[in-house]
């Protein structure tokens, strides 16, 4: 298959926002390239090593890429073009995000799996480690093994939205729960759900042609009884069949998307959730974690949690009475 190598030039500051702008589309498969976060890592860690060479210590570039993947075809041109859109309205906005200028590569699959493999080895995420299926990994007393496909632009489980969530979920589960993934993307959170012992899951996410696809795969790989994976397509904002579909009486609520699908969505986690239940929300920047929890608040959720990872936020709340 081929595929379209996506570059975006922005700033080491602008990294969170284009990340959180490709999460908007659903990619959360991204590699970053910025000097200025190399050279303040070195910088941290010289203290510790017996020799550093001095110019790793420099920033070579005032500039940060984020690189992702799309397929070559209409959907992924469309794709392209939505994200565009949304740059250049980001680009109106603000100046400190840099250039914000997109520049695309054809690749085929050997790149694209050549490019994973290079650079994706076991996540240790808690007790969960995330492995590619390529990877021969032998677990520790108490690990619990997620065998992934990374060869898809729909998550890895490198972001730090998903380590937050997939934390929660571990401090949050319990055994026999039923839960709600909102913007399921590739699966992770779904098929970490059950491994962990979840009774049954539903995920659901806007696109059915990838997110939907990689999710079933994902599922494929795992040693879960797929039976009690329900893989839905459609928007519970927007689309009343689409709420009617998922369902209530969840224990747990996932949503791992960005704050601007949070806020309208928290009104809607008490419908779906059991009163006493759990809503775990990330994707969350610091500019907007106020606004997040103002719609918690609104909605009568109570924060019980909050964790932080590199600019990224997660919220844990209790769902009152619907």
Not at 4 to 19: L, Q, R
Not at 41 to 57: H, I, K, P, V
Not at 144 to 165: E, M, N, R, S, Y
Not at 213 to 227: G, Q
């Given at each position: ?21 490709l ?7 991204v590699e970053?390239?910025?000097s ?32 992702f ?7 992924g041109?469309?794709l ?5 859109t ?11 995000y ?21 650079h994706?080895?076991p ?18 007393r ?36 039923k839960?709600?993934d909102?913007?399921c ?27 939907i ?15 009690r ?5 459609g ?10 579909a998922?369902g ?12 601007d ?16 239940g ?14 997040v ?7 009568n ?17 209790v769902?009152?009475?619907?």
């Open positions: 298959m081929e595929w379209i190598k996506s570059s975006i030039e922005t700033t080491s500051a602008g990294v969170d926002a284009v990340t959180g702008i999460l908007t589309h659903g990619i959360a498969g970053i390239v910025d200025e976060e190399r050279a303040r890592y070195f910088a941290d860690s010289t203290r510790t090593w017996d020799y550093a060479d001095e110019a790793l210590l420099v920033p070579d570039s005032t500039s940060a890429f984020v690189i993947y799309v397929t070559s075809d209409n959907a041109a469309t392209i073009q939505q994200i565009a949304s740059l250049e309205n980001a680009r109106s906005a603000s100046t400190e840099g250039a914000l200028i997109m520049r695309q590569e054809k690749a085929n699959d050997e790149t694209w799996l050549h490019e994973w493999k290079k994706f080895v996540i240790h995420i808690g007790r969960v480690v995330v492995v590619p299926e390529w990877v021969q990994y032998q677990p520790q108490g690990e619990v093994i997620f065998t992934i496909d990374p060869g898809t632009a729909f998550g890895t489980g490198q972001h730090q939205t998903t380590k937050l969530c997939a934390l929660a979920l571990q401090n949050t589960i319990e055994s026999g729960a839960v709600l909102i913007g993307g590739s699966g992770i959170l779904s098929i970490i759900a059950l491994l962990l012992q979840a009774s049954q899951v539903t995920a659901i996410d806007i696109d059915p042609a990838g997110a696809a990689a999710t079933k795969k994902n599922a494929e790989l795992n040693p879960i009884d797929v039976s994976l329900q893989v839905l397509a928007d519970v904002l927007s689309d009343t069949a689409a709420r009617k998922v209530t009486g969840y224990d747990l609520v996932v949503a791992n998307i960005v704050a699908v949070i806020i309208p969505l928290a009104p809607l986690a008490p419908l779906f959730g059991k009163p006493g759990r809503f775990i929300a990330s994707g969350i920047i610091s500019d907007r974690l106020e606004d929890k103002a719609a918690f608040r609104q909605a959720i109570t924060i019980v949690s909050e964790d932080e990872m590199e600019g990224w936020h997660c919220l844990v709340g769902l009152a009475n619907a």
